[in-house]
C-alpha cells in the first residue's frame, strides 16, 4: 500500500510539466550569409547552438544543388572555422534565401520526381562533403497551391533520403532537415502541407517579422510585433495558428529580427509608435541593421533616448526627422522569455552580421541561460525537499499499515469467538478462525486414538474428536515433512476458511504443536470425508 502511493507519487512528479529534463535548452541559431560579407571567423559561434550557411541554390539546368565557386571556397570550411570558438556547434547549409534566386527553378525542380532526385542527392553529397549536420530549405517565395503540395512531397522523399543514407553508415547520424517559412502557415496565398512539414522535418524557422507592409504612411512600427492590438499580423497569432494546424511547439523557431526600418517623420515632434511619415529614411527600403541604428545613436550623441513599447514589444527612437523601429535588448529578452514560455524549439537570429558587438546575441542567449537557471535553481531546492517529504510521508504509511497489521494478526489469534467463517468474499477481512489449544484437541481425540483415527490423506492423518461444548470436529494434521513454516501455514487456513463455499465443509480454526500443524473442520457424517479433507485445495 505505502509502497504503491510513493510510486504513483513518483510518477506525478517525474511526468509532470515542470519536471527540468523537460525544460530543454533553447534553440539558439543564428543565419550568416556570404552576400553581407562578413568573416566567418568574425562570428561568435560560442553564443549560438546552430548556425546556418547560406546561400546554396538550385542550379537550373541540373536542379542539383549549387555553389558559386566563391561560396564554395567559404562554405567548405564553415563549419571547421565556426567549431573552433564552439566544437559542438551544429551547422547546417540553407538553400535559396539570397539575393535573387530563381524561384522558378525551384518550382520546376520540386514537381518533378527525378528533378527532386537530382535535388536531393546533390544536397546530401555537398553536405557531407563540407561537414554540414543538416540541410534548411529558405524557399521563401513558395505561395502557389501547387508548390505548397510539390513542398510536401519533397519534404518526404527528403527525409527518407537521409534516414537511408545514414542507415548506411552507423558512424554518421542522420541529417537535420528544417525550412524557413511564413508567420502562419495560412498567411501566404496557398497554406502549409503541415502534416508534412510535421513528419519530416526537424523544425522551422518561422519568419516572424515583417508584419507593417512597406507602405510607410501607414506604418504601425511593429515590424516584428510579438502583439498587435489592431492587427492579426503579428507573432503570437501566426504561432498559435502554427500550433492549431497541427504542429507542435516544440517544431517552431522564432525569428529574432537584427534589424527595423527608418523613416522619414512629417513632424518630427509627432515620434511616436503609429507616427506619420513620409517615406524611406537612409535607404530606398527603409531597411537598417541593428548595427547602423546603434551606429546612427552614437553619433548624435547621449541625447537619444531608446523607448520600449510593451505592447507590441519593440523599441524605437528618432533622431531629427528620422524615426527608428527596432528590436533593442527589452524586445529581444522579452522574445526570448516568451519562446521559453510557450515552449518553443528555440529562436533564430536574422542576421548575425547585422548585430552590434553581439549585444542582442548576448542578451538572447543570457536570457535563455537565466530561464535556465532559475529553473535548475527553483529544482536544486524543490527537489531533495520534495523527496525527503515523500519518503516521509511513505515511511508514516508504511509505519501505519504495519501497525495496523500487527493488530489485526492479534485480533485474529486472540478472538475466542467461534463464529461464522467469512464465506466468499475475497476482498474482506481475514475470517474469523479460531485457534485451539493443543490441550482441548487432544482431550476431543482422546489423544489422537486409533478409534478416532478417520482415515490418511494425502497430506496427514484425519481424527474425529468432541470438543468440550459438544461440537464434532475433524482435525487433520499434516504430515511433518511440510516444510511450511508458521506464516505460510497461517495463510494457507485464511485462504482456505475464505475459499469456503456453502457445499464445503467449514474450517473451524487450527492447532499449532511445537512439531505439528492442524486444521480443525466441522464434522459433517453425510458427506464423504475424503472430498471434505483430501480432495480440498489445501496443498502444502
Ligand atoms: C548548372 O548545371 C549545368 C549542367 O550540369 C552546368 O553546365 C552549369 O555550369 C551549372 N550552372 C551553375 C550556375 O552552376
Ligand atoms: C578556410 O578557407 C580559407 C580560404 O581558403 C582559409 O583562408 C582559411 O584559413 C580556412 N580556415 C580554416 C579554419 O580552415
Ligand atoms: C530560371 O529557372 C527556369 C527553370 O529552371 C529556367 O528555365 C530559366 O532559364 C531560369 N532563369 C534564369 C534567368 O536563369
Ligand atoms: C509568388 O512568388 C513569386 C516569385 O516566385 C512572386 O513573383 C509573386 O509576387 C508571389 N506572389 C504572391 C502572391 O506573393
Ligand atoms: C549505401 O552504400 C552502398 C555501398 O557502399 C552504396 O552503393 C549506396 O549508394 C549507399 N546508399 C546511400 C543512400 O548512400
Ligand atoms: C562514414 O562516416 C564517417 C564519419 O563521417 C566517415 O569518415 C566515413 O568515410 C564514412 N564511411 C562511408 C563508407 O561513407
Ligand atoms: C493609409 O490609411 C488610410 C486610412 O486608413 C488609407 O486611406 C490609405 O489608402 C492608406 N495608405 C496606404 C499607402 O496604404
Ligand atoms: C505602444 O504604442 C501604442 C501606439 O502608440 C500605444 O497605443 C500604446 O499605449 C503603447 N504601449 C505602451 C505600453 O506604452
Redesign the pocket.
Known sequence: MASKIIILVLYIFIFSESLPARAQTLIRAGYWDSDDGFPVSDVNSALFTHLMCGFADVNSTSYELSLSPSDEKQFSNFTDTVKIKNPSITTLLSIGGGNNPNYSSYSSMAGNPSFRKYFIDSSIKIARLYGFQGLDLSWNQANTSRDKYNIGILFKEWRAAVALEARNNSSQSQLILTAKVAYSPLSTAAAYPVDSIRQYLNWVHVITTEYSSPTWQNF??AHAALYD?NSVSNTEYGITEWIEEGLSADKLVLCLPFYGYAWTLVKPEDN????AATGPALHDDGLVTYKEVKNHIKNYGPNVQVMY????V?NYCSIGKIWFGFDDVEAVRVKVAYAKEKKLRGYYVWEVSSDHYWMLSQAAAEEDKRNRQNKRLLWAIVLPITTACILLIGFLLYYYCWMKNLKLEAKASKDSANSQADAGDFNSNDPDLREYSLADIEVATDRFSIENKLGEGGYGPVYKGVLSDGQIIAVKKLSKTSTQGFEEFKNEVMLTAKLQHVNLIRVLGFCIDTQEYMLIYEYMPKRSLDYFLFGMCLTA
Open positions: 504601425t512600427g492590438p511616436g509608435i503609429g507616427a513599447n510593451s505592447t507590441y519593440v
